[in-house]
């Protein structure tokens, strides 16, 4: 993916183009370079710390105890990662040629692999947590766990570092020729002989990182959103008259009957859908139900935007390499439409700070807690400062005023003192 995010890194126009195709892909090559120029180091810098603010409010605040927030966490971390590799391969734009040096080249096209698979697999793997929380909530405390969390983050690190190490040996920077300015110049790109390699990676890649994970989010989520809204729909009914409330599915009322026999059918049900909502019904101001109701909220929001940001620029890609060679008339318009779809790709790195802020109450309370608490902390300090200096003030009075004897007599001596004076006052 890395040797397609820029237009720099690239040969473009191969193939006998008509004139005027060569003009229509040249303009539109200007338009992408400029939408390159000045977008890239925008969401870099923007997605950067969006990404550094949420590792802190995962880590630092009351989320930390979610075992979500792990992999919310590491997502972050991953496509900061992700978004530096990005920064390298957009500095030869500003002639700044340090992705097409030796080392840096291959690092950064393995890294940008390795973060890309691992941001991928980690909104499956919370996904596939909001889908054991929704439906299995007596399986929450025993699966959603931290420990849990932490192992399969360390799982999903080793497969992507072993998984892609072939990308450091098939591409290495090379002497390339372009057509609109008849100029060579080195760029990072493929080595001529691992054509063969790079297109059995490239399908491995798109496996990994498209076809399972898009079965996987759209599946689960179509679970979770079936699930929640039938739980929505029973607690809406309990909440009706006696005589407005509508049966089950199953011929029973989650609401009618004896206090018996709703308990009964609280035991019997396994976790069904109409025992999860009398239990939430009955504790209705229990924070643990709406806690986790806002964060399968945000979830959802993050895998589905994720989907729609990532699907165009893999399809594109798809397309690129099933078609066969001898259709080289349309390949600079597929890959036009790979960069302008990439663009959507690279965003998806830079907005979920922005998802989260939207789509989640939780962390929009711990971001305001985590400012909040740092100004009462300073707040604290400038207190116990002006408090001190206020005691050692004290004690220096206190010190001038028994210098010439006990702290008795100095005491009797300063109320003597204020007293003659009150005595003075009153007398005139």
Known sequence: MMNQSLLGNESWLEGGDAENDLEAVGRMRSVLEKVQMYYVPVLVTLGTAGNLLSVLVFF???????????????????????????????????????????????????????????????????????????????????VCTVTRAKAVLAILAIVALLTYSPYLITSAPQLKADPLTNTTHEVCTLLDGYHDLASLLNSVDVMLTLVLPFVLIVALNSLICRTVWRLARIRRGMMLPPSEQQPAAGGGNC????????????????????AVAMSAARQPRKRSPSSSA???EMLLVVSTVFIVLNLPSYVVRIWIYASPPSHNEHNNWQIILQHYFLVLFNTNFGINFVLYCVSGQNFRRALVSLFCRRSRRLTENTTVTVLS?????????????????????????????????GSHDTAN
Do not use: M
């Open 60 to 142: 630092c605040t009351k989320l930390r105890k979610l075992s979500s927030s792990y992999y919310l966490a590491a997502l972050a971390a991953s496509d900061t990662g992700f978004l530096a590799t990005l920064f390298v391969a957009w500095l030869p734009i500003v002639n700044v040629p340090l992705f097409n040096k030796p080392v840096i080249c291959q690092a950064s096209i393995y890294l940008n692999s390795v973060c890309s698979f691992v941001s991928v697999w980690l909104v499956v793997t919370f996904t596939v947590e909001r889908f054991i929380v929704v439906l299995y909530p007596l399986q929450r405390q025993a």
């Open 389 to 421: 200096e206020f005691n050692r003030s004290i004690s220096r009075r206190r010190t001038l005023t028994t210098k010439n004897g006990d702290w008795q007599n100095g005491e009797q001596h300063a109320l003597t003192t204020y007293n003659h004076i």
């Open 255 to 274: 609401t009618g009957g004896s206090r018996l026999h709703r308990s009964r059918k609280l035991q019997s049900s396994g976790g069904s859908s109409c």
């Open 294 to 296: 806002k964060v399968t």
